[in-house]
């Protein structure tokens, strides 16, 4: 069965197209002291700094995870305070055409020089 939606007070009906997107999350959080008890000292989602609802890591992971998230990357820093660096993903439906294809755009840009290329011409000299 699909969704027909009425596009006029009319009969008139027609069926959407929608596409699969993704939305994506950067999560850095500082835990208290060594972490051990897993509870949030310092939370930032996408560069802002939350005032976490929850107490612990595993809560708010968990509420992440209920909201559709899932994890892509995730990272841990250990100099002076131990800071966690996450990236999380979630599937979406839209109707609206993507801005614009990076195809497109890889297109219009003058290809440069890589590390392979450098190595190439150091040592024809």
Request: glycine content about 6%; aromatic content about 10%.
């Amino acid at each position: 069965m699909f969704e027909v939606n009425v596009i006029s007070a009319t009969t008139t009906t027609t069926r959407k197209t929608t596409r699969k997107a993704y939305q994506f999350i950067q999560i850095r959080v500082q835990l208290m002291g060594r972490g051990m008890t897993n509870e949030i000292m310092h939370l930032y989602v996408n560069g802002k700094r939350l005032k976490p609802k929850v107490k612990t890591l595993h809560d708010f992971l968990n509420y992440l995870g209920a909201q559709g998230f899932r994890m892509v990357t995730a990272e841990i820093e250990t100099e002076t305070i131990y800071t966690h660096f996450y990236t999380l993903q979630r599937e979406v439906r839209t109707q609206q055409p993507p801005d614009i294809d990076i195809f497109d755009e890889l297109a219009k840009v003058k290809e440069g020089a890589d590390f392979g290329d450098s190595v190439v011409h150091l040592l024809e000299f």
